[in-house]
C-alpha cells in the first residue's frame, strides 16, 4: 500500500505542537497518592516571574526545599484576558555543556540520564490540570516526601506547565500544505501547547560546592558586535546559581551582565557567552584594558562572590 492510499484510509484530526522555553512540554501524568491541596486566591505574580511563549506566568522561578519533608509553593498565572486550561506536571531533563535543558524522554542516552538525580520519585503534587479565568492566579503546592534511605545530596526535576487549546479541530491537509487540493484523505490540524518550566531542586543533608571562571576572552563577530565568552566550571553536590557582571575601570556601566545563570551538578562546566551591553562605551575596550568577571551567589548564600577572573583586552 502507498502513502496516497493510506491518505485515502485514515483521517488525523489533531497533531500537537508541544514548545516551551526549554524546548518541551508535557501531558499531565497520573495522580499521585497523598496530594497536597491548592489554593486559588493566590497574589498577582512578583517582580522575577517567569513567563514562556504563552499565556501563563509561574512565579518564583526556581523551587528549592531543603529536607526530605519539606512543602513548597508555585504560583500559576494567566496574563491574559482570556480563560485557559493548562496541564501540570513534573518532568526530568538534563543540562548540556551549553546550558540547555533536554528532556529525558527527546532522545537522551542512559548514560545522559543517568548524570542527573531526579526528584521526581518523591515528589507530590495538586492538582495536575486547572482552568484560570484572565488575570487570575493559583497556587500548588509541591511536597517532598524522601524516603530516609536516600543519599544526601541534591535531587532535581522540573515543574512544568503546558496550555491545552481549545476550540474545534479544523485545519488544513497534507495535500494542501504541500500545494495540492484537499482531498477527503488525512487532515492535519497544528496546534500549538505552549508552555515553560521551572526547576525544583531538593537538598538533602550537607552539600558542596565549588566554582571557577576560565577560558575567557572578547570576542568579535563578522559584522563588529562584541561578546565576552567564559567558561564557569563547577564541583561538589550541589548546583550553582547566580549572576555574572562584568565591569571595567572609567564606566558606571557594566560592559555585560547576566542575571540567574546555573550550572547543574551533571555537567561540569558551562559556556557562556555575554554580548556587550549596548549602552557600554566600546571605545573603551582599548588593548591592554581589563575586564574584571565576577560571578555572585543567588542560592543560598545570596551575595557571595562564587568565581572572580580577570581579562586583559588583546
Known amino acids: 500500500m502507498n502513502f496516497l492510499s493510506l491518505v485515502q484510509q485514515v483521517r488525523i484530526f489533531a497533531i500537537a505542537a508541544m ?18 491541596s491548592a489554593t486559588t486566591d493566590a497574589p498577582e505574580p512578583p517582580e522575577g516571574s517567569v513567563g514562556g511563549f504563552g499565556d501563563i506566568n509561574l512565579f518564583p522561578k526556581r523551587v528549592v526545599i531543603d529536607g526530605r519533608r ?23 531533563m538534563a543540562m548540556t ?40 492566579s493559583q497556587v500548588v503546592r509541591i511536597m517532598a516526601r524522601a524516603s530516609s534511605d536516600i543519599a544526601p ?22 495535500d494542501d500544505a504541500v500545494g495540492g487540493t484537499e482531498q477527503s484523505g488525512i487532515g492535519v490540524t497544528i496546534r500549538p501547547r505552549f508552555g515553560i518550566s521551572i526547576p525544583v531542586i531538593v537538598r538533602i543533608g550537607e552539600t558542596t560546592l565549588d566554582v571557577g571562571i576560565r577560558e575567557a576572552a572578547l ?23 547566580g549572576d555574572i557582571v562584568v565591569t571595567t575601570d572609567g564606566s558606571d556601566l557594566p560592559v555585560t551582565s547576566a542575571r540567574g545563570v546555573g550550572v547543574y551538578p551533571e555537567v561540569a562546566e558551562r559556556r557562556i557567552i555575554l554580548p ?27 551575595g557571595k562572590t562564587l568565581a572572580e577572573h580577570s581579562l586583559i583586552v588583546p
Open 19 to 36: 514548545l516551551t522555553t526549554s524546548g518541551f512540554a508535557a501531558t499531565a501524568t497520573a495522580q499521585s497518592p497523598e496530594q497536597p
Open 70 to 92: 519539606q512543602i513548597a509553593t508555585v504560583g500559576l498565572y494567566n496574563k491574559t484576558a482570556n480563560e485557559g486550561d493548562y496541564e501540570i506536571s513534573v518532568v526530568d
Open 97 to 136: 555543556p551549553e546550558g540547555q535543558l533536554v528532556p529525558f524522554s527527546n532522545g537522551l542516552t542512559e548514560q545522559q540520564k543517568g548524570g542527573v538525580k531526579t526528584a521526581s520519585p518523591f515528589l507530590r503534587y495538586s492538582p495536575r490540570r486547572v482552568t484560570l479565568r484572565g488575570s487570575e
Open 153 to 174: 545530596g541534591e535531587y532535581r526535576s522540573h515543574f512544568n506547565v503546558t496550555a491545552v487549546p481549545r476550540g474545534d479541530v479544523g485545519g488544513f491537509s497534507i
Open 219 to 241: 570576542l568579535t563577530a563578522q559584522d563588529g558586535s562584541q561578546a565576552v565568552g567564559i567558561i564557569l566550571t563547577r564541583s561538589g553536590t550541589r548546583s550553582a546559581f
Open 276 to 302: 556587550i551591553n549596548p549602552e557600554f562605551d566600546r571605545n573603551l575596550l582599548i588593548s591592554g584594558r581589563t575586564l574584571s568577571i565576577t560571578y555572585t551567589d543567588d542560592d543560598v548564600e545570596p
